[in-house]
């Protein structure tokens, strides 16, 4: 009897913790730089194999580098939903191809009986895999309108990559409005989803398998004449 209570209440104050961890969207009223240039303050991380992330991330000038391993992700301490977050990354010439980020977006809280062998848990990732800035992954359960082109999970864009070549800026675009996130790179519309099963979540930025910078990180309101 004992036993049966204080596995009952145990259970009950691991779903209250767990279920405290939701955050509540925040709305987004201007333009916030979610990088401020200095250090990781408004960020968290979460690596494969709970690596120490100060040896994958680092900051200096005013940029973040990243080496690409081991596999995770920084991620806000904030919860948003209808925004567009701008990214600006460059990939150095010296890296053999194919290199590779991402924004996920929808990030969601991770589930703590998850297999921690799946880094991303849930969220959908807008690849920035060189060449393939544009595709969609999506991971943990998340459905879309669109079909899969692309293995079991992956929805390829409909055109070739407009990004900058190796060694300049990218500047990277997820415009989220409720359920539907478009891709757009350099100022060029790659691809687009729609209804989403998730309309929010924290935005991460992927380690993995190669090294990057990232100079910029912005949040900003949907334009009022977008449809």
Excluded at 94 to 114: E, I, M, S, W, Y
Excluded at 139 to 152: L, W, Y
Excluded at 184 to 205: A, E, H, P, Q, R
Aim: with cysteine; hydrophobic share 35%.
């Amino acid at each position: 009897m004992k036993t049966t209570i204080a596995c009952s209440v145990l259970s009950f104050l691991t779903l209250l913790f767990f279920g405290c961890q939701n955050v509540k969207p925040e709305v987004v009223a201007k333009s916030t730089e979610l990088f401020n240039g200095k250090d990781f303050m408004g960020w968290t991380f979460y690596m494969r194999t709970n690596a120490d992330p100060m040896n994958t991330w680092s900051i200096s000038d005013g940029i973040v580098h990243c080496t690409g391993t081991p596999t995770g992700y920084m991620r806000t301490l904030g919860s948003y939903s209808n925004y567009v977050v701008t990214v600006e990354w460059r990939f150095p010439v010296t890296t053999p191809k194919p290199v590779n980020t991402g924004v996920c977006v929808f990030l969601q809280n991770r589930d703590p009986h998850a297999n921690p062998k799946d880094i991303w848990g849930t969220c959908l990732e807008c690849q920035g895999m060189h060449d393939h800035m544009g595709d969609f992954w999506l991971h943990g359960g998340v459905t879309v309108n669109e079909a899969f082109n692309m293995g079991k999970t992956g929805i390829k864009m409909p055109q070739t990559s407009n990004e900058s070549p190796l060694g300049q800026w990218t500047t990277y675009q997820c415009v989220v409005r409720e359920n539907t996130v478009e891709i757009i790179v350099n100022g060029k519309s790659m691809n687009k989803i729609t209804g989403c099963n998730l309309s929010s979540g924290y935005i991460g930025i992927q380690s993995e398998g190669g090294p990057f910078d990232l100079r910029k990180v912005t949040i900003e309101p949907l334009p009022v004449n977008q449809h």
